[in-house]
């Protein structure tokens, strides 16, 4: 269920935006105020996913109001929807963190449409498995254990999700968390029964292979590199790019330390 919050002087706004998104599983909220806006993003009950804005509130400002939710909850996503036309408004609308900016009066089937895209951004990002550092921790401790028991060699390798402009980076929001969705569903079609994927907070993947020796690492890489690669273009993220690579237990690092930790310093070095 994908929670929208409407902000717009017009109440039957919200009544249009629900009956164009049926039959799908939406909750829609909706405030024609500064001030109704911010008790619904702040009321706990509602879990306000998504909000659709038009900026010309009257006499109240809302880019303020945008800037406002931001600070509230940074991880809301925002998308005006409005009839102010103008090339700084739309800069503006951009600046305070909205993802998107439609014109008014729409076109009912392409405001469907951009609206049930950033919906399955949503869905995709709920749909993530909730993994702790310390299961992380305790899933490759014993994959190596059972390595060196068995005595055969694994390789460990660590793919980050970044940004390349710095402003890209800051915070971590739907966005975000479904390109790391869509890029895991892609690495699952890649690995065996016996190797494990685990994700890393909002923008990483760990993938632990067994039985893959030292001279296997680079073929293996190339493989990965070019995937992600691959992702990236057929998806269009070109301001987006992924950091990654592979370490092998025993050969390249002694079982007793850290094996991610040793990954991600190397990767802070590739991004530096």
Known sequence: MTNILVV??????????????????????SATTFNEGINRLTNPSYEIDMVL??????????????????????NVLVVIVTSLNTRQSFVQGIKVGAVDYILKPYDEAY?????????????????????????????????????????????IGLMII???TESGNEGVNIRDMAI?????NE??????????????????????????????KESISSYY?????????????SETSIALDFINLPNEVDPSQNALSVLAHRIEKILL
């Open 8 to 29: 717009d002087v017009n109440a039957t706004t919200s009544y249009r935006i629900r009956k164009l998104l049926e039959p799908q599983q939406i909750e829609i909220h």
């Open 53 to 74: 804005i038009d900026v010309k509130l009257g006499p109240e400002n809302g880019f303020d109001l945008i800037q406002k939710f931001r600070e509230i909850n940074e």
């Open 111 to 155: 405001l469907k449409s951009k609206l049930l895209g950033h919906i399955c951004a949503i869905e995709k990002s709920k749909s993530l498995p909730e993994v702790s550092p310390q299961l992380v921790d305790q899933m490759i401790y014993s994959a190596i254990r059972k390595a060196i028991r068995e005595e055969y060699e694994v390789l």
């Open 162 to 164: 970044y940004h390349k």
């Open 180 to 184: 790391l969705k869509t890029l895991l």
């Open 187 to 216: 690495v699952k079609e890649s690995v065996g029964t016996d190797d494990v994927l685990l994700t890393q907070g909002a923008n990483g993947i760990i993938v632990i292979l067994p039985r893959k020796n030292l001279q296997l």
């Open 225 to 237: 590199r070019k995937l992600c690669d691959d992702f990236l273009l057929s998806r269009n993220l």
